[in-house]
């Protein structure tokens, strides 16, 4: 009888060993868990912002492809090469005149 209550202590020694392990282990998890808690909500936001973005940016092509913004982009074309043009003339215009040293204005002939 004493060798069966000796064996039953050891069992209930050994379980008690067990359940202390097992619940040192669960407060070394609990942090653990928290941590990645807020790790896949940290994702999750990410992911919310990432998502409003990809939609701006899905507005900004379809209004690139508005043919309002291409008549625009080509009116913008035409602009500059008519500056251009003028820019050219413009410095025709401006090449009859010479600066002398003073920064006075003369004509190209009268030096």
Same mark, same amino acid.
Do not use: F, H, K
């Given at each position: 009888m004493k060798?069966?209550?000796?064996a039953s202590a050891e069992r209930i020694e050994g379980g008690s060993a067990? =359940? !202390?392990?097992?619940?040192?282990?669960?407060?070394?998890?609990?942090? $653990?868990? #928290?941590? *990645?808690?807020?790790?896949?909500?940290?994702i999750a936001c990410a992911s919310a912002q990432?998502?409003?973005s990809v939609g701006?940016?899905?507005?900004?092509?379809?209004?690139?492809?508005?043919?309002?913004h291409a008549a625009? =982009? !080509?009116?913008?074309?035409a602009?500059?090469?008519?500056?251009?043009? $003028?820019? #050219?003339? *413009?410095a025709h215009a401006v090449a009859v005149f010479q600066f002398n040293r003073d920064d006075g204005?003369?004509?190209a002939g009268a030096c």
């Open positions: 060798a069966i209550v000796n067990v =359940a !202390e392990n097992a619940g040192a282990r669960m407060r070394d998890i609990i942090p $653990q868990v #928290q941590t *990645l808690r807020e790790l896949i909500s940290a990432q998502s409003a701006q940016v899905g507005v900004a092509v379809q209004e690139l492809d508005d043919p309002a625009l =982009a !080509e009116q913008t074309t602009a500059v090469g008519s500056l251009a043009n $003028q820019t #050219q003339r *413009l204005v003369v004509p």
